[in-house]
């Protein structure tokens, strides 16, 4: 699985203290910190948005932030 849902990179992001809503995490979207690709239809029921975070761009914008890759995948799985 290569991508995650907003609401789980809510929860990472908010386990690291860097923010903490699903409001913060579209707002990194926005200003492209954060890559997306679209949910497929059966994957759509289990988030309210039509849309899934990529990891490797949460993996670098947590690297960017000073966050190594054994925390990152602590919190992750």
Known sequence: ?????VEKTAHIL???NLCFSEG???SLVQRKLL???PL???ERRNSKYNFAISIKS???YLKDKGVTAEEFK???L
Do not use: Q, R, W
């Open 1 to 5: 699985m290569n991508k995650i849902t």
């Open 14 to 16: 908010n386990d690291l």
């Open 24 to 26: 913060a995490v579209k």
């Open 35 to 37: 890559k997306t690709s």
């Open 40 to 42: 497929e239809y059966e």
């Open 58 to 60: 949460l993996e670098d």
């Open 74 to 76: 602590k919190l992750y």
